[in-house]
């Protein structure tokens, strides 16, 4: 059976490659706006799911014992969050009004729409009930969960390889058709993602347990 602690690890990798990109491209906007969205009271989730609590712990971030209260966690220093991975699931499921403008290079949008819904793929339905985020004892999950769970990682690592290599040639005449194709592939594995843009304001698209202990 796939250990806890492989799934964690693979989770790991893809979170930091998929902040690492996220980062690259709203970066040079986010450090202008006035109204951050990176804010103290999203990093109450990471005491409130354990998933997101043994990613954090993985890396070797300290996370107080318990559930805080918004307000009283902040993981937030002056160059950042300070999490590698582990942070919750709306620091990438989001683009705000702002951001939504200033991407106006087609495939780059469609490139960081993607990168934004990498990680909410694979904690998203692991159950027809419940999200990944919702065990409480992840050593409970099943065989099949834990199969599912890392095939989603691996996809969605794939396809996070395949949008950077997008992002890194947007400025070229590439081949239509060859860019068309990995979009497609893409596509087909973020069925959901590839035609929603989360706007300022909106939930994440989780379950309605997750819904609720996401707010």
């Not at 620091?91 to 705000?96: A, E, H």
């Not at 819904?117 to 692991?126: A, C, D, F, H």
């Not at 035609?195 to 300022?200: D, K, M, Q, T, W």
Request: charged content about 30%; overall charge negative.
């Amino acid at each position: 059976m796939i250990s806890t602690d492989t799934l964690i690890e693979k989770y790991v990798a893809l979170e930091v490659k998929v902040h690492k990109y996220v980062t690259e491209v709203s970066g040079k906007y986010c450090c202008d706006c006035d109204t951050p969205c990176c804010h103290s009271r999203h990093c109450v989730g990471v005491t409130h799911h354990t998933w997101l609590r043994k990613v954090a712990e993985y890396t070797g971030a300290t996370v107080p014992a318990g559930e805080a209260k918004e307000g009283e966690l902040c993981f937030l220093c002056e160059t950042g969050c300070f999490l590698d991975a582990g942070r919750p699931i709306e620091c990438t499921w989001y683009i705000c009004d702002m951001l939504s403008i200033k991407l106006v290079n087609p495939l780059e949008r469609f490139a960081y729409q993607i990168l934004c819904t990498s990680l909410g793929y694979v904690v998203r339905k692991v159950t027809k009930d419940k999200d990944l985020l919702d065990f409480d004892d992840l050593e409970k999950l099943s065989v099949r969960q834990r199969e599912k769970i890392l095939e989603r990682i691996e996809k969605a690592d794939q396809c996070t390889d395949i949008i950077v290599d997008l992002l890194r040639r947007k400025d070229e005449q590439d081949n239509v058709l060859d860019v068309a194709e990995k979009m497609l592939y893409v596509c087909r594995t973020f069925q959901y993602a590839s035609s929603v843009v989360r706007f300022e304001g909106e939930i994440p698209s989780l379950s309605k347990t997750g819904r609720e202990k996401l707010i």
